[in-house]
């Protein structure tokens, strides 16, 4: 169990949901933490990658004007 070691307020998780709420337009998706931010930026890495890396296949199968 991480309860009392996880590394992120969770008395400040109440109030950064609030401001999520009361955006508009509201985000998406709002990661909340240092850890999780580096989560869904390792994500978007890997995911720009992989796009690049099949950019030359995904191309080939547009109808030309």
């Known amino acids: 169990s ?3 070691r996880q590394p992120n ?3 400040q ?3 950064a949901i609030c401001r999520v709420v009361d955006a ?3 985000p998406l998706r ?3 933490g240092e850890d999780a931010m580096q989560i869904v ?3 978007i890495a890997l995911v720009a990658s992989e796009l690049e890396r ?3 296949l995904s191309r080939s199968t547009t109808v030309a004007a």
Request: overall charge neutral; charged content about 30%; cysteine-free.
């Open 2 to 4: 991480r309860h009392g």
């Open 9 to 11: 307020d969770p008395a």
């Open 13 to 15: 998780f109440g109030p």
């Open 24 to 26: 508009s337009p509201p």
């Open 30 to 32: 709002v990661p909340l």
């Open 41 to 43: 930026r390792d994500k």
């Open 54 to 56: 099949w950019q030359d």
